[in-house]
């Protein structure tokens, strides 16, 4: 089946580690994205990209980073100038277009030891 | 600056009845989309019904309504028979379309939690 793969479902970092996460789509989709969801709080968009080896910041891209090597693959580090790294983090993808959805991963959570 | 606003924190309903989720939302762009999605306890976005702002009729998914007031910028969502399985965080969103027509940016709101009681 078709879908978003998240991984590893639960992650844990130390103190001035960097942390990587890992999403994976065989949807065929151009576009990726990586939201980032704190309690109470909606989803805030951290990057996102259209296109390999191009993506673009979002809302809050500061302590983080992303590479789009692969059509598939939008992996997102965790940096440790991200001083509260501490959510859940959804990665999703969608066809470009004039209008379509976005598909959602289920995520990964990421705490702080 | 584009934001959604969800006003209801929180709000329960009986199996079987009918709940509306308000949804409000501050733009200067004319063509946009509008959105819920679902998250229940699993934490998955699941994309519950969608709304082109060009089109007046408002969209219907089953259960799902929406009443889309453009001028009033409201976009609420009604739920019917509620199910037990429909307890779980509600997102409004929308999204404008770039020059072109490309797509822009999911903006969501806080999202309203819902608790459907037996």
């Known amino acids: 089946d078709g879908g978003i793969t998240q991984s590893p479902k639960y992650l844990f970092r130390k103190e001035g580690q960097n942390v990587t996460l890992s999403c994976e789509q065989n949807l065929n989709h151009d576009a990726m994205y990586w939201y980032r969801q704190d309690p109470g709080q909606g989803l805030r968009l951290i990057y996102y990209s259209q296109i390999v080896n191009d993506f673009q910041k979002g809302d809050i891209a500061e302590g983080y980073s992303v590479s789009r090597e692969k059509k598939e693959s939008f992996p997102l580090t965790v940096t440790s100038a991200q001083k509260n790294p501490t959510a859940f983090y959804l990665c999703?993808?969608?066809?470009?277009?004039?209008?379509?959805?976005?598909?959602f991963g289920d995520g990964t959570r990421l705490s702080i030891l | 600056a584009q934001t959604v606003t969800q006003s209801q924190p929180e709000m329960s309903v009986q199996e079987a009845e009918t709940v509306t989720l308000s949804c409000t939302y501050d733009?200067?762009?004319?063509?946009?989309?509008l959105f819920w999605y679902k998250q229940p306890p699993s934490r998955q976005m699941i994309l519950v019904i969608r709304q082109e702002a060009y089109k007046q009729q408002n969209a219907t998914e089953n259960r799902f309504s929406v009443n889309f007031q453009k001028a009033a910028k409201s976009f609420s969502l009604k739920i019917s028979d509620s199910q037990l399985g429909d307890t779980a965080m509600y997102f409004c969103a929308f999204m404008i379309l770039n020059y072109g027509g490309s797509q822009g940016n999911l903006i969501f709101g806080k999202g309203t939690k819902l608790s459907v009681k037996p």
């Open positions: 733009t200067s762009e004319n063509n946009y989309y």
């Open positions: 999703a993808s969608s066809p470009l277009g004039y209008y379509q959805p976005q598909h």
